[in-house]
């Protein structure tokens, strides 16, 4: 059979499963969640197995810090798997929930129902988690979902997938409610990306190229975000100490992750005590900055001069740009300009400077005094997410169950008819 058969074959599989997973009862969604939770906590050696595996090739293949970062599994990493099952099975379920019922002067009363969103497509690179995330918030949500994770993480996809199934079978759900695409060939992606008649969205997870290359090619709508290039301005009478502590959480904690702080906006009547003080702290860090004029002799050995590319770059390591602004309009303008829409934070002890922070900041999640790292699904109360979206249609920020479903209206009469 052709590869172009093979996904085709696979995208239909889905369609049809995607039926029966729309009219799943609660009961046996939750109860396929319970199961692949228990699944993973007693399989985990094998889990581990296929990880290391994973590990040591894209070591041999020479892959970057980060992308080895977010491919590794530890017993904590399949704690948090489970765990995201069980309390995604714990949330309401939205599907076939009526909300906005109102009545018309015809007589008909008029509501909106909440669906499924059908089939979702999910492509990403590293994370094996993503197959655990993705696939159980499409589950709960009723929907099915096409997994094409990286060849580089192949392996653990593969032990994880087989879990999936088996969960899906002991509640007895169908087994093509979650496919994986047949190869990691990009051509396969290419052909997946045509497949509109029985893909209904498609959510990319990756880096920049990756998600321009699906937006190009996909003729069904896509989910995305390009980067995360995430700010904090530090406003002229903000708590310090606590700054100092923000700062770090949101940089050192996790470098290589979309929500991690890449660019630092410090007001000028503050800068020339905070930022001696932060670069000590980070000192132990190793965090290097790439810093604006004003900024570059307040930060010690660690700094080099920007360039202009440095403003607007999603770094993914311990490599932080610094600009020195002199008021919350030009910190402002400097994230309209180089923001992704992804998080943004202001650090003040200013209440009308927070609440214009808030409301004129385009970003999916706006932070005051906390750290951007906390822009995920699961810190959000959403159990898990799918995905942060930095489109505005159809969702806006982390990606939980409810954003995985629509509506449609529904109109209840007796006997109207339109004059």
């Known amino acids: 059979m052709s590869l172009e058969q093979q996904v085709k074959d696979v995208s239909r599989k889905a369609r049809d499963a ?12 939750n109860r396929a969640l319970e199961i692949l939770a228990d699944l993973l906590e007693q399989n985990s050696a094998k889990i581990f197995e296929a990880n290391i595996k994973d590990i040591q090739e894209a070591e041999t293949r020479g892959l970057d810090k980060a992308r ?7 017993s904590g990493a399949v704690k948090s798997m489970a765990g995201a099952c069980r309390e995604v099975a714990a949330m309401h379920d939205p599907v076939g929930e009526i909300e906005s019922m109102h009545k018309r002067p015809s007589g008909i009363t008029v509501g909106r129902m909440r669906i499924p969103l059908g089939v979702v497509a999910i492509i990403y690179e590293s994370r094996p988690n993503v197959t655990i995330d993705a696939a159980i918030l499409c589950l709960k949500a009723g929907n099915a979902i096409i997994l094409r994770g990286g060849s580089e993480a192949a392996n653990s996809n593969e ?12 509640s007895g759900l169908p087994e093509s409610g979650v496919c994986c695409l047949p190869s990691t060939d990009r051509e396969a992606v290419r052909i997946m990306l045509k497949q509109d008649d029985c893909i209904d969205v498609v959510i990319p997870r990756g880096g920049e190229g990756l998600i321009r290359a699906v937006v190009q090619d996909a003729t069904m709508p896509v989910l995305k975000h390009y980067k995360g290039v995430c700010h904090i301005y530090v406003h002229n009478d903000a708590d310090l100490d606590r700054a100092v ?6 940089k050192v904690q996790r470098p290589g992750v979309c929500n991690a702080l890449e660019c630092l906006l410090v007001h000028s009547d503050v800068a020339g005590n905070f ?14 900055y790439r810093a604006c004029e004003r900024s570059l002799p307040l930060l010690g050995d660690a700094a080099r001069p920007a360039s202009p590319e440095d403003f607007g ?12 602004v002199d008021s919350q309009d030009q910190a402002q303008e400097h994230i309209d300009k180089y923001g992704s829409g992804h998080s943004e934070a202001i650090l003040t002890r200013d209440y009308s400077s927070s609440m214009r922070f808030m409301r004129e900041v385009d970003a999916s999640a706006v932070f005051v005094n906390a750290s951007t790292r906390f822009n995920d699904g699961g810190q959000f109360g959403l159990g898990a997410e799918i995905g942060i979206s930095t489109s505005k249609l159809h969702a806006y920020g982390p990606m939980g169950v409810r954003e995985l479903t629509s509506t449609k209206f529904v109109v ?4 109207q008819i339109r004059c």
């Open 18 to 29: 995607g039926r029966l997973m729309a009219r799943a009862d609660s009961e046996k969604k």
């Open 68 to 74: 080895v970062e977010r491919l590794k599994l530890d």
């Open 159 to 170: 032990a994880l997938a087989g879990l999936i199934s088996t969960a899906l079978a002991q």
């Open 245 to 250: 502590d923000i700062i770090q959480n949101a």
């Open 275 to 288: 930022l001696p003080r932060l670069s000590y702290r980070l000192a132990g860090d190793q965090v290097e």
């Open 313 to 324: 770059c999603e770094f993914l390591s311990l490599t932080m740009a610094v600009r020195v």
């Open 412 to 415: 209840l009469g007796e006997g």
